[in-house]
């Protein structure tokens, strides 16, 4: 069940740059997707989120694009600090949710 | 702090052996989620309870199951445990299917 997909393992960046951190869905029922953000050790933490009846969606250094005739969404995050440094899941709910396999971003200093 | 917690944090047991996840969910949520995260793996979806009966279930293996109490809170058991199900086992909560969930800290279940 590959309706989610993130297709990068992982992203290096460097300090103070953008990290843009993709995810592609294939069903076209899905309307809310979500971000979440893990460090080792812990549990998943929501990061921000976005309703399919928008494009964009912005919470200081975090946006969030939606682009429904593509079935992909971005989470871009600037300036690139290096507490952002984690496992970022993408998630998309139709009657339940389903997450991507996750992508492991490195801030460099 | 998620609100949602899980216990035990660590577990350490045989193979052939069962054991039980616990967790309690955020208050005011009905819905409870089961995930698995073997190592450097997503989160493998298991199952999902709402309010007390089964709403959705994923890629869970016929030796664990799981219930959710009159209290909301849920309990995850697997049975004849094998070295491959050494995991980090999480919980989540909220209160419709289509809301955030909020993720419990998980239980690392260690398998030897």
């Known amino acids: 069940d590959q309706q989610v997909k993130q297709n990068s393992p992982s992203l290096s960046v460097q300090e103070g740059r953008i990290s843009i951190l993709n995810c592609d869905y294939t069903?076209?029922?899905?309307?809310?997707f979500l971000w979440y953000k893990k460090y080792p050790a812990e549990g998943p933490t929501f990061l921000i989120s976005i309703s399919s009846i928008k494009d964009k969606n912005e919470d200081g250094r975090f946006t969030v694009f939606l682009n429904k005739s593509a079935k992909h969404l971005s989470l871009h995050i600037v300036p690139s600090q290096p507490g952002d440094s984690a496992v970022y899941f993408c998630?998309?709910?139709?009657?339940?949710?389903?997450f991507g396999a996750g992508t492991r971003l490195t801030v460099k200093p | 702090d998620s609100g949602v917690t899980q216990t035990p944090k660590h577990l350490i047991t045989a193979t052939g052996q069962r054991v039980t996840l616990r967790c309690s969910p955020r208050s005011g949520d009905l819905s409870v989620y089961w995930y698995q995260q073997s190592l450097d793996q997503g989160l493998q979806f298991l199952i999902q309870y709402y309010n007390g009966e089964e709403r959705a279930k994923g890629n869970i293996l016929e030796r664990f199951s799981a219930q959710q109490f009159p209290d909301l809170h849920s309990e995850l058991n697997l049975s004849s445990l094998e070295l491959g199900d050494s995991a980090l086992y999480f919980c989540?909560?909220?209160?419709?299917?289509?809301?955030?969930?909020?993720f419990g800290p998980g239980t690392r279940l260690t398998v030897l």
């Open positions: 069903n076209s029922m899905f309307d809310y």
């Open positions: 989540a909560s909220s209160f419709t299917s289509s809301d955030t969930q909020y």
């Open positions: 998630a998309a709910s139709a009657e339940g949710m389903r």
